[in-house]
């Protein structure tokens, strides 16, 4: 429910369909605050390291606009729910995941606020028609320092940021939904001089653009100065088709929003185990430290306990909590497999994964269960078939066609040859027909061995184990 009335939050739903008497600001009506909303801001602000405010307040913002009925904003300008916090993030330099630095943006304040309506203009009929089901949706406005230095950074932090909010709940942060929405301040300078005049672009909702329009502002601002001219202090929007911010309203005339004190709320006091009285309501207050003790593991902590538990590659860790069920659907297929975790982490990660990109499909739509995958490579691991086999396999489970492994396996006679007779036949066959490669091995050249066991695997359709078609030519070979 929204921020101070009891009205429903929902995405989507018909226009001004959830709109109570508070919402629409009928006189007479008073905000009566979510508790649910400041848990969940006392528990990201904990989650970035921030100092909990145990007295904050409520302050209203003035302006004027048709989706803002009240004609003003409740906010926190004066003394936020949370201040001084810390957010760290990795990204990967020179796209190279294997090569990855931490850095680290400081979080200056988190403050509670309503979320205005939304205004939606019709230019055929020229009228604005507008929509208040958004109007006093609970905010969490999270504000940073500036300590990033190029749209890269800024789309690693906020990634970061949203899987902390999905990990602990407080915000879906759905940025296609509008549940997270970014504000970025650019402005450039030379080392050692003061910051120059900043742009904000406005309301960016998704990290490609959000990365896309801070290195478009950079540029756009370092041309403009070198070219003698200035930097107003503007609002900016990111133009997704174009690849541009456009100008959206100058902020020269510096618009007075006359905060005051808002008179309908009393100060937000909050309590830790230490300063809660005695005979007090538990459902009444906050406890800062029932909520610190019941946080979950943030994305960090579980990376680290991928990478201790599984022994895969830090990079690899990322990877799996970047994609939403990727790391339970690898967790599945190890309880159900003797394969060795790192070898399953190269099937999620190059055939599962690449699948999934391909097909623009989530892990929740994949057609290929934890179940079936671990049979799968149950089967490889046993040796009853071979890696080119088990491609085979997956492509043919991909098809979704409720066929299991094994079915797969014997209608394309895709099982290894046990016949060794057999298998020392097609080698000999192999070793008769290339007499150069033969003479090169011989003569020290060890390399020319793969493109033998390659020929055999060939002969065979991927259904010989290379380890012992190695053997076998090494023997023949040798003789």
């Not at 203009?121 to 949706?137: E, F, I, K, W, Y």
């Not at 005979?279 to 943030?298: F, G, K, S």
């Not at 091995?441 to 390399?447: A, E, F, L, M």
Request: net charge neutral.
């Amino acid at each position: 429910s929204k921020l101070f009335s009891g009205s429903q939050v929902q995405f989507a739903a018909p226009p001004n369909s959830l709109v109570s008497f508070f919402d629409a600001s009928l006189p007479g009506t008073l905000p009566v605050l979510n508790r649910r909303c400041v848990e969940a801001a006392v528990m990201t602000g904990l989650a970035l390291n921030c100092s909990i405010n145990k007295k904050s307040l409520f302050d209203r913002k003035h302006y004027f606009y048709a989706d803002l009925p009240a004609g003003y904003q409740i906010t926190q300008q004066r003394v936020p729910i949370a201040v001084n916090g810390s957010l760290s993030y990795s990204l990967c330099i020179d796209n190279k995941m294997s090569q990855m630095v931490t850095k680290t943006v400081r979080i200056k304040q988190i403050q509670l606020e309503q979320d205005s309506g939304k205004s939606l203009h019709d230019d055929v009929r020229s009228q604005t028609l507008v929509d208040l089901n958004r109007a006093g949706v609970g905010l969490m406005e999270v504000v940073m320092e500036p300590d990033m230095c190029c749209g890269e950074e800024a789309a690693a932090a906020v990634r970061e940021l949203q899987l902390i909010l999905q990990t602990l709940g407080s915000s879906q942060a759905v940025m296609a939904e509008g549940q997270l929405r970014v504000d970025a301040n650019v402005s450039v300078h030379h080392p050692g001089e003061p910051y120059g005049v900043r742009t904000e672009v406005k309301n960016i909702n998704s990290i490609r653009f959000l990365a896309k329009a801070v290195d478009y502002e950079i540029e756009r601002q370092i041309e403009e100065l070198e070219s003698g001219g200035t930097i107003l202090n503007e609002t900016r929007a990111f133009d997704s088709k174009l690849g541009c911010t456009v100008p959206m309203r100058d902020k020269e005339g510096k618009q007075d929003y006359r905060f005051m004190p808002e008179p309908n709320l009393p100060p937000l006091i909050l309590y830790n185990a230490r300063s809660l009285p005695a005979n007090m309501n538990h459902q009444q207050v906050v406890n800062i430290d029932w909520i610190h003790e019941r946080l979950p593991d943030l994305p960090s902590v579980k990376r680290a306990k991928l990478v201790e538990q599984y022994g895969i590659l830090p990079e690899h860790s990322f990877t799996l909590l970047n994609e939403a069920g990727l790391t339970e659907f690898f967790e599945d297929v190890i309880k159900q497999t003797q394969m060795k975790p790192k070898k399953v982490i190269g099937w999620i990660l190059n055939d599962l994964l690449s699948y999934l990109k391909q097909h623009s499909l989530t892990v929740k739509e994949s057609p290929v269960s934890s179940f079936l995958l671990a049979d799968l490579l149950n089967r490889l691991e046993k040796k009853e078939i071979s890696s080119t086999a088990a491609k085979q396999v997956f492509a043919e489970l991909w098809k979704g066609e409720g066929k299991t492994p094994l079915e797969i396996v014997k209608e394309k006679k895709l099982q290894l040859i046990q016949d060794q007779e057999d298998l020392e036949r097609i080698c000999q066959a192999v070793i008769d027909g290339q007499e150069n490669e033969v003479m090169a091995i011989k003569s020290g050249n060890r390399k020319v061995l793969n493109k033998l066991i390659g020929l055999v695997q060939r002969e065979t359709q991927g259904r010989s184990n290379p380890v012992l078609v190695k053997q076998l030519l090494e023997k023949k070979l040798s003789e």
